[in-house]
């Protein structure tokens, strides 16, 4: 089925650095989504992408759709110690048979942010 | 309310009883989700619900596990028989028609003893 490959699994930051992560997939997908999760808590709607090449930003945050559809990137620049979490990027497909616009989302297994030591 | 409801938020029970998760959509959100979350890994789906059908039940593990949705809107997610490996967090998410993004609760920790 459908994969998604996210990366790097895990990052250490310092408060300042800017942190990049991706996510790639074989297959092609029509929305590119980025999700926080803190402990005890769902995952958080951080920034949607909906076309292909698409560059969208939300404060320190920003994501693009990549230009062949099958990846995406999430930059945060100048990180904050609340900035630290689980970010999950999730890619959306259509279920064409159905005959409208359902989609499901098919999750990264997480980039998890911690503060270095 | 404004988000997305879940309950119980904890649940411990004993191996081979049945239990029932609840979800409370967002209000005028017909599309429904249930993910399952294993400690450290990503999300699972389980079913997709698009108001009270379900067109995509392919991530349900087994027949031990059943969900429903009445009057487009409660969904519960029913495990019998539960197993320890079927501890995890249980994610419900809603979204409105479309290719909209999901909304999740938090969850519903489940833990097998």
């Known amino acids: 089925g459908q994969q998604l490959n996210q990366s790097p699994q895990s990052m250490f930051i310092q408060e300042g650095e800017d942190v990049s992560m991706n996510c790639t997939s074989s297959s092609i997908f029509n929305t590119w989504l980025w999700y926080k999760q803190d402990p005890g808590e769902g995952p958080v709607l951080l920034i949607a992408l909906y076309k292909a090449g698409e560059l969208t930003s939300n404060g320190r945050l920003t994501a693009q759709f990549g230009i062949t559809r099958k990846d995406s990137f999430l930059n945060i620049s100048a990180s904050i110690p609340s900035d630290v979490g689980i970010y999950f990027c999730a890619g959306v497909t259509r279920f064409m048979n159905y005959g409208g616009s359902q989609g499901n989302l098919i999750f990264g297994k997480g980039t998890k942010l911690s503060v270095k030591p | 309310g404004a988000g997305v409801s879940q309950s119980p938020s904890n649940k411990v029970t004993e191996k081979g009883k049945d239990v029932e998760l609840r979800c409370d959509p967002i209000s005028g959100h017909t599309a429904l989700y249930w993910y399952r979350q294993s400690l450290g890994q990503g999300l699972e789906f389980l079913i997709y619900?698009?108001?009270?059908?379900?067109?995509?039940k392919s991530g349900l593990p087994s027949d031990r596990f059943s969900a429903e949705r009445t009057g487009g809107s409660v969904s519960t997610l029913t495990i019998q028989r539960t197993q320890q490996e079927d501890s995890a967090v249980y994610l419900c998410a809603s979204s409105s028609t479309g290719n909209s993004p999901l909304h999740f609760g938090n969850g519903t920790r489940l833990t097998v003893t």
């Open positions: 619900f698009q108001g009270n059908s379900a067109p995509d």
